[in-house]
């Protein structure tokens, strides 16, 4: 089914007053679109929580850095409606940005507590504030019941879990594990970047954090298993941002042996920057 594309606000609202009218139940599922079976797993677990599914379109500038990839984020809309079609999408809402962000536009959220934890944060110093920003305007305009998110961006998951719940927003964020290749490398709309080489070695980050996550279990201590993987990456030709054990709500550093661990990777292979997490 085709699924109805609108963008904008009224228009959007038009519509879930129909599903509210109807006593449905719906989902959101933002996305920046260049859509793929990451995103659109995100769908399919929406469907098996609610009646509807909205997925959102929007290359949110107020969460890249003046020297990051906004002007080459790939883009494809007529593929995104198709694939987002495909997997049950009832609902497409693409805003242009000054629907988003009409002149005069002048609140940011700022936040604390998992947005600092020292990861993306450090590197990427704006991205959490136009994150929440955006994704705290797309749950109000929407008026969803629910919220999927990739554990992919695991941070960002994190982040958006507590500004919801910080901001009284009626909304449940539900975080859906990575989709990843058939070697393991985590499904990105960024891994069109990579050379035909840089994407052999890609996996070596899901690799390494697996290798690492064993060792763990098997007793070695946090901090010199994430240590050694770093110094692997770094022998590969990877610029390493981070590789690091963090307990896996708060996002801070871990003070005692039966906290929940999940072991997050931020790295450069050659100019792509990839990202990775799994549980240990
Ligand atoms: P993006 O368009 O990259 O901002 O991602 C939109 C949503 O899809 C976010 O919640 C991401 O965490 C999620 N996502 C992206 N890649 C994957 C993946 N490989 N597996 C699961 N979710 C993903």
Redesign the pocket.
């Known amino acids: 089914m085709k699924p109805k594309l609108v963008r904008t606000v009224a228009a959007l609202r038009r519509e879930t007053a129909k599903w509210r009218a109807e006593g449905l139940r719906y989902a959101v ?11 659109t ?2 769908v399919t677990e929406g469907l098996k929580r609610a009646d509807r599914v909205i997925t959102t ?1 929007f290359v ?1 500038p107020k969460q890249f850095a003046a020297h990051e990839d906004l002007g080459k984020y790939p883009r494809d809309e007529d593929g995104d409606v198709r694939k987002l079609g495909k997997a049950g999408t009832h609902l497409i809402f693409s805003p242009a940005p000054d629907e988003v962000y009409p002149p005069g536009f002048s609140t940011t959220i700022s936040l604390a507590g998992p947005a600092k934890a020292g990861l993306e944060d450090k590197f990427r110093p704006l991205f959490f504030d136009g994150v929440a920003t955006v994704v705290a305007k797309l749950f109000t305009q929407t008026g969803a019941d629910i919220a ?7 941070q ?2 994190q982040v ?1 879990t507590r500004m919801a719940k910080d901001l009284d927003i009626a909304i449940e964020v539900i975080g ?5 290749e058939t070697d393991g490398l ?5 891994n069109v970047y990579l050379s035909k080489t840089e994407r052999q070695q890609a996996v070596a980050i899901y690799r390494n954090l697996q290798n690492a996550a064993e060792r763990i279990r098997s007793g070695v201590n946090p901090q010199s298993a994430t240590r050694s993987a770093t110094r692997t990456l770094m022998a590969l030709g990877f610029k390493v941002d981070y590789v690091t054990a963090r307990n896996a709500q708060s996002l801070s550093i871990p003070q005692n042996r039966d906290e929940p661990l999940r072991l997050i990777a931020a790295a450069w292979l050659g100019k792509t920057r990839l990202i990775d997490n799994i549980p240990v």
Request: aromatic letters at 6%; charged letters at 15%; glycine letters at 8%.
């Open positions: 599922v933002p996305t920046m679109g260049a859509i793929h079976s990451g995103h797993q995100l379109i949110n999927m998110f990739g554990e992919k961006d695991y960002q998951l958006v859906v594990p990575t989709v990843r985590a499904k990105s709309s960024r």
